[in-house]
């Protein structure tokens, strides 16, 4: 059997769209991609739920134990997930 690394958004996806069947566990995955070009104005216009929840932001590439890497943040506003990002997007971190 052969193995193949996803990323965390995609297997969701997956799970969401593929196992979960029952209405009640439907479309409960929301998730709003971020990068460097990101225009948060345009994020929150395009998902207007990032100003009314609190949120979890964090990387998706794969990476072990992100969260005693200080690479989670958790029961964030859209403006802390700006914050966040500032100090860390396009930042070489050792793993």
């Known amino acids: 059997m052969s ?8 297997g969701k996806e997956f799970l969401y769209k593929h196992i979960c069947t029952s209405a009640a566990v439907q479309n ?6 971020v990068t460097a070009e990101t225009d948060f104005d345009r994020l929150a216009k ?4 990032l100003l009314t929840e609190r949120l ?8 072990k134990r992100r969260g005693k890497l200080g690479l989670v943040g958790v029961n964030l506003d859209l403006n802390g997930v700006r914050d966040w990002l500032k ?3 396009m930042k070489e971190t050792t793993v």
């Open 56 to 63: 979890v932001v964090k990387p998706d590439q794969l990476i």
């Open 3 to 10: 193995a193949k690394a996803i990323s965390e958004q995609t």
């Open 87 to 89: 100090s860390r997007l």
């Open 28 to 33: 409960r995955f929301r998730y709003a991609r």
């Open 46 to 49: 395009e998902h207007p739920w």
